[in-house]
């Protein structure tokens, strides 16, 4: 059990570079920088994307750099953000902003909910005027490292069919979890509501291979297992119980754009544009709750730990291994401290471009 | 797109006999009274068999009172609960529901989240000592109905393939939502985190009918079509993406058992027995969210009308329409409010007979 944003990435093994999570991180950060973003901004995307992909979520990782750099010289993105937070109520606030980075407001908002979680017990914090934040998890994994329990949804541009339609409607919309767990690394879920992202897709048409079925469907809306005549992905639960999936799609955007103001799946500017130049105005929201409201210290950590080892101890398929959210994050991020990160010879040739177009030193690979 | 629990119910038009809403109402009420169970109490698990029968989700609507009240009767359910509320911060509270119903500690509990989110925006409250609930969306709705965001959890025995598991680990676990709609029936989501309920499995036994595909797994954990063979249901998203639907599982045994220090899925009691005179000890968690601290009402209800339509209006299957999460349960409450509520052969029979063993008045149907 994972999020699939990680399963993702079992093909990163096609990977034949590595370099260390720092030069990662800091070429992100020299290369935003470089692109006018203001130092903060900066560093806030480039820990998010680096620590996304030392969990193996290549996806939502470094490969991303060179579309957030389009969209900051495209004019998408505000290059120097003032971010604001207004707190609405003891236990409330919103963020805006300011449309710069969607992680920058994100991490400035999961900190003023831990704040108020720290006060009253749980701190629920809306972002407002964002954009595309990497993964949710980066979020609630920053409460959980703090010793909070953090939930973050987001909301995004249609790419899923709507449940007993046609076309797309819904975003991919992801639902994120995380929780502390005494002298371990967290607990965390960070799953999209699709069956599958849109990448998983486009990897199996650069390989050639049909699709499982269920995942996706053509443009009249009818299943498929071609990835080159796939129109929409398929909410969680396929064609016959993908309400359910759509359900949480659903609730996500309620959450996310009407409960914040802010444009709703269908009415999203396309993250992949053609237009760059348009701020996307979009919204998140940020749950830190203090479990220790809840429950003893004690009685907490005895139960995460019986709980964990028991569901990692269930007798499973051949080969197989049942695992707890989380645990594939972690044995991956174990590796990549070790070895780096993995970079494909495309994106290895892409960045070394993008280096040289900004004038910044290239990333240095193990080689 | 619906709750899981509703569609489970297609098959209502199998019943011949139908009774009023009141009927069913005061029928349960007086049953509960007269096994024993206090006033406040039974009123409350009335109401909510009542509500959730009115909805569709007949799998935990009136049918259920026989089991409440063998459960009752064998010392499992405390008749006669002291509800106690403890304020732990300024928005976090636990109840303690004594081993009473889990109807009337819930109800006890969205009320108290709601009252605090009216003072600072958002209240979490955490349920403890309780048992079975019935349908989660019971205690959503009535958050929504008081003008709020609601959202709840609960964890259940083991029913779920552990996902790579070859046995049921999880229980069926709802997620449950629900937000008000300015001027219409609240905007719901109600369902559980496996692909069908077991009693849909049940369903299919009973018509001798096989199982869709990828929908339970048997003794050794190979997938089947055969319900008589079924030994786990198989969580959302299936044999290949149900990391997904173990997930979300996972995540509400992290907030209803292990952040309340109550029993998790595999440690808990069976609801079906053998064992009907120990309290199960079971954990829930609630929370209210005031809307109005992230958005001025205008908006909210002028961007959930437009959100709705636009999910509604979408080009839809032949045959089928494009539904909002909560628009199939309003249709079936329209209809049996106006019709009453249908109730199986076997049913009336069952509860003509509680009512006798109970001398209590027996319902009366509209024949």
Same mark, same amino acid.
């Given at each position: 059990m994972t999020s699939d944003i990680t399963n993702d990435e079992?093909?990163?093994? %096609?990977?034949s570079f590595r370099a260390s999570c720092d030069q990662i991180r800091e070429f992100a950060s020299n290369a935003l920088i470089a692109a006018g973003t203001q130092v903060e901004a900066s560093r806030s995307v480039a820990n998010a994307l680096t620590e996304t992909s030392m969990r193996g979520v290549d996806s939502h990782g470094i490969r991303l750099l060179l579309h957030y750099i389009k969209v900051v010289q495209g004019g %998408?993105?505000? *290059? &120097?953000p003032k971010l604001a937070f207004t707190q609405t109520g003891a236990s409330t606030g919103i963020v #805006? &902003? #300011?449309?710069?980075f969607g992680h920058h407001a994100s991490y400035f908002a999961i900190d003023r909910a831990v704040a108020i979680a720290e006060k009253s017990g749980i701190g629920a914090v809306s972002v407002i005027n964002s954009s595309h934040f990497g993964a949710a998890g980066s979020y609630v994994l920053r409460a959980a490292n703090k010793g909070y329990v953090g939930l973050g949804f987001c909301n995004s541009d249609a790419f899923v069919l709507a449940h007993d339609g046609i076309h797309s409607f819904h975003g991919t919309n992801p639902i994120a979890f995380a929780a502390p767990v005494p002298g371990k690394e967290p607990y965390l879920l960070d799953m999209a509501?699709?069956?599958? *992202?849109?990448n998983r897709v486009q990897d199996y048409l650069m390989e050639g291979l049909p699709l499982p079925p269920d995942v996706t469907v053509d443009s009249s809306g009818e299943p498929t297992i071609d990835a080159a005549q796939s129109a929409a992905l398929l909410p969680? &639960?396929?064609?016959?119980? &993908?309400h359910k999936g759509a359900g949480l799609a659903s609730m996500i955007e309620v959450l996310c754009a009407i409960m914040t103001g802010s444009p709703y799946c269908s009415s999203? *500017?396309?993250?992949?544009?053609?237009?760059?130049?348009?701020? %996307?105005h979009m919204g998140h929201f940020f749950l830190a709750i203090d479990y220790r409201r809840f429950v003893s210290p004690q009685t907490y950590e005895a139960g995460m730990h019986a709980y964990l080892h028991d569901l990692r101890s269930q007798p499973s398929k051949p080969g197989r291994n049942v695992m707890a959210p989380g645990d594939r994050e972690w044995l991956v991020l174990e590796e990549r401290q070790r070895l780096g990160i993995p970079v494909m010879r495309q994106l290895r040739m892409e960045l070394d471009h993008l280096a040289d177009h900004l004038s910044i030193q290239r990333i240095h690979y193990d080689e």
């Amino acid at each position: 059990m994972t999020s699939d944003i990680t399963n993702d990435e079992e093909s990163s093994d %096609r990977q034949s570079f590595r370099a260390s999570c720092d030069q990662i991180r800091e070429f992100a950060s020299n290369a935003l920088i470089a692109a006018g973003t203001q130092v903060e901004a900066s560093r806030s995307v480039a820990n998010a994307l680096t620590e996304t992909s030392m969990r193996g979520v290549d996806s939502h990782g470094i490969r991303l750099l060179l579309h957030y750099i389009k969209v900051v010289q495209g004019g %998408r993105i505000n *290059p &120097g953000p003032k971010l604001a937070f207004t707190q609405t109520g003891a236990s409330t606030g919103i963020v #805006d &902003g #300011d449309n710069g980075f969607g992680h920058h407001a994100s991490y400035f908002a999961i900190d003023r909910a831990v704040a108020i979680a720290e006060k009253s017990g749980i701190g629920a914090v809306s972002v407002i005027n964002s954009s595309h934040f990497g993964a949710a998890g980066s979020y609630v994994l920053r409460a959980a490292n703090k010793g909070y329990v953090g939930l973050g949804f987001c909301n995004s541009d249609a790419f899923v069919l709507a449940h007993d339609g046609i076309h797309s409607f819904h975003g991919t919309n992801p639902i994120a979890f995380a929780a502390p767990v005494p002298g371990k690394e967290p607990y965390l879920l960070d799953m999209a509501t699709s069956v599958v *992202p849109w990448n998983r897709v486009q990897d199996y048409l650069m390989e050639g291979l049909p699709l499982p079925p269920d995942v996706t469907v053509d443009s009249s809306g009818e299943p498929t297992i071609d990835a080159a005549q796939s129109a929409a992905l398929l909410p969680l &639960g396929g064609m016959l119980y &993908g309400h359910k999936g759509a359900g949480l799609a659903s609730m996500i955007e309620v959450l996310c754009a009407i409960m914040t103001g802010s444009p709703y799946c269908s009415s999203l *500017p396309a993250m992949k544009g053609p237009d760059f130049s348009t701020p %996307r105005h979009m919204g998140h929201f940020f749950l830190a709750i203090d479990y220790r409201r809840f429950v003893s210290p004690q009685t907490y950590e005895a139960g995460m730990h019986a709980y964990l080892h028991d569901l990692r101890s269930q007798p499973s398929k051949p080969g197989r291994n049942v695992m707890a959210p989380g645990d594939r994050e972690w044995l991956v991020l174990e590796e990549r401290q070790r070895l780096g990160i993995p970079v494909m010879r495309q994106l290895r040739m892409e960045l070394d471009h993008l280096a040289d177009h900004l004038s910044i030193q290239r990333i240095h690979y193990d080689e």
